[in-house]
């Protein structure tokens, strides 16, 4: 089901997925210092292989390790960077269906020059390479994840009196750890954004408006920032990008339709295919897609994965075909509409719900494209 036999495919998926309990209870034991580090990754090992084999089950051919490693989609990798500090907690409101919900993400400061002295993902990408026969697909933040939440404020002035020299090293630390995944066999690569999504909230634009920066500058400046951030990256290396409109136990941040991004998200970024939410109301209708330019891939979040209940293949049908009124059919593709799991806690339904959607995908896909 694959465009050209490489990604992103006809059936694909976000990324991150609900984390098990045999790894919840060892991260748990890590936290009190009951096992060591080794010890928790052995856990991590068999719960990756395991979650790698179901994934295979239901016929995908991107294979994630389900981001099992990780605590928070953005907060691990990026607190790997030299120069990164987590200072506290952002307080940020989620909604969902039964209300308003608190919670609290590390807050991530730039105290000092940033720099890459160190591999972040290569091994566990290698371990995912060893354990895979489809596609490894590695998922890590966009680099604009350490600049939105706090905007300038965040950035030492001390450190970078120049923002433009901030920007520079960031982007240079990208594609150092970019360059080492290549080498290691990386052919498929995945930023998670929820930046350029949340600027399409009316409310989140009047935030950053409040918070010393212009919703209108951004996306160009976001687009610069990815831009060089894979420049170097291998030929044989697809790049994706997925936009999120925030993603903790079912809820979520940002409402709003992408024609504020549109044209710049389309046209600007130098990537392969654009992971867009669209399984509800909140992310607006599928005009916005007329800006795609050929040669770039869409795929379309149809399938929550916020709730358990599966959604009729008649219904994504019609929906993939609402959507190629604005863009080639042949340059769409299907998927959950985010992950189910960008934090550690996971989303309201059980892997049984998970691995149904999963299916859906696949299935819905090859009866779509053949």
Same mark, same amino acid.
């Given at each position: 089901?694959?465009?050209?036999?490489?990604?992103?495919?006809?059936?694909?998926?976000?990324?991150?997925?609900?984390?098990?309990?045999?790894?919840?209870?060892?991260?748990?034991?890590?936290?009190?210092?009951? #096992? %060591?580090?080794?010890?928790?990754?052995?856990? &991590? =090992?068999?719960?990756?292989?395991?979650?790698? !084999?179901?994934? /295979? *089950?239901?016929?995908?051919?991107?294979?994630?390790?389900?981001?099992?490693?990780?605590?928070?989609?953005?907060?691990?990798?990026?607190?790997?960077?030299?120069?990164?500090?987590?200072?506290?907690?952002?307080?940020?409101?989620?909604?969902?269906?039964?209300?308003?919900?608190?919670?609290?993400?590390?807050?991530?400061?730039?105290?000092?020059?940033?720099?890459?002295?160190?591999?972040?993902?290569?091994?566990?990408?290698?371990?995912?390479?060893?354990?895979?026969?489809?596609?490894?697909?590695?998922?890590?933040?966009?680099?604009?994840?350490?600049?939105?939440?706090?905007?300038?404020?965040? #950035? %030492?002035?001390?450190?970078?009196?120049?923002? &433009? =020299?901030?920007?520079?090293?960031?982007?240079? !630390?990208?594609? /150092? *750890?970019?360059?080492?995944?290549?080498?290691?066999?990386?052919?498929?690569?995945?930023?998670?954004?929820?930046?350029?999504?949340?600027?399409?909230?009316?409310?989140?634009?009047?935030?950053?408006?409040?918070?010393?920066?212009?919703?209108?500058?951004?996306?160009?400046?976001?687009?610069?920032?990815?831009?060089?951030?894979?420049?170097?990256?291998?030929?044989?290396?697809?790049?994706?990008?997925?936009?999120?409109?925030?993603?903790?136990?079912?809820?979520?941040?940002?409402?709003?339709?992408?024609?504020?991004?549109?044209?710049?998200?389309?046209?600007?970024?130098?990537?392969?295919?654009?992971?867009?939410?669209?399984?509800?109301?909140?992310?607006? =209708?599928?005009?916005?897609?007329?800006?795609?330019?050929?040669?770039?891939?869409?795929?379309?979040?149809?399938?929550?994965?916020?709730?358990?209940?599966?959604?009729?293949?008649?219904?994504?049908?019609?929906?993939?075909?609402?959507?190629?009124?604005?863009?080639?059919?042949?340059?769409?593709?299907?998927?959950?509409?985010?992950?189910?799991?960008?934090?550690?806690?996971?989303?309201?339904?059980?892997?049984?719900?998970?691995?149904?959607?999963?299916?859906?995908?696949?299935?819905?896909?090859?009866?779509?494209?053949?």
């Amino acid at each position: 089901m694959a465009t050209n036999g490489k990604p992103p495919f006809r059936a694909d998926h976000v990324g991150s997925l609900l984390r098990p309990q045999s790894v919840l209870d060892a991260r748990a034991q890590r936290k009190r210092g009951e #096992i %060591s580090a080794e010890d928790l990754r052995e856990v &991590e =090992d068999a719960a990756i292989a395991d979650i790698i !084999a179901k994934q /295979e *089950e239901t016929g995908l051919e991107a294979i994630t390790d389900g981001e099992f490693r990780r605590e928070m989609f953005h907060v691990d990798f990026l607190q790997n960077l030299n120069g990164v500090a987590v200072t506290g907690g952002l307080a940020v409101k989620f909604r969902s269906n039964e209300g308003e919900r608190e919670f609290a993400p590390p807050k991530l400061e730039v105290v000092g020059r940033i720099e890459r002295t160190r591999e972040i993902a290569v091994s566990d990408f290698a371990f995912l390479k060893g354990k895979v026969g489809k596609t490894p697909k590695l998922c890590i933040p966009s680099p604009t994840m350490l600049h939105f939440r706090t905007g300038r404020k965040g #950035i %030492s002035k001390d450190v970078y009196p120049d923002i &433009e =020299d901030f920007f520079s090293d960031l982007a240079r !630390a990208y594609r /150092e *750890e970019i360059a080492a995944l290549g080498k290691a066999g990386c052919t498929y690569l995945q930023l998670d954004d929820t930046n350029l999504a949340y600027l399409c909230d009316p409310a989140m634009r009047e935030r950053t408006r409040a918070m010393g920066e212009d919703p209108d500058k951004l996306p160009k400046l976001y687009a610069r920032i990815i831009n060089d951030a894979i420049a170097s990256r291998p030929d044989t290396m697809t790049v994706c990008i997925h936009l999120c409109r925030g993603n903790f136990r079912s809820s979520w941040v940002a409402e709003g339709g992408y024609e504020p991004v549109a044209e710049v998200l389309l046209n600007e970024l130098d990537i392969d295919g654009y992971f867009l939410e669209y399984d509800d109301e909140r992310s607006g =209708d599928f005009a916005p897609l007329r800006f795609t330019p050929k040669g770039k891939m869409v795929v379309l979040g149809l399938v929550t994965s916020k709730l358990p209940e599966l959604e009729a293949k008649d219904d994504l049908k019609q929906r993939i075909e609402e959507a190629a009124q604005y863009v080639d059919g042949d340059q769409l593709a299907l998927s959950p509409q985010c992950g189910f799991s960008s934090t550690v806690h996971g989303n309201e339904l059980t892997e049984a719900d998970e691995m149904a959607k999963l299916r859906l995908v696949v299935e819905t896909a090859r009866e779509v494209w053949g």
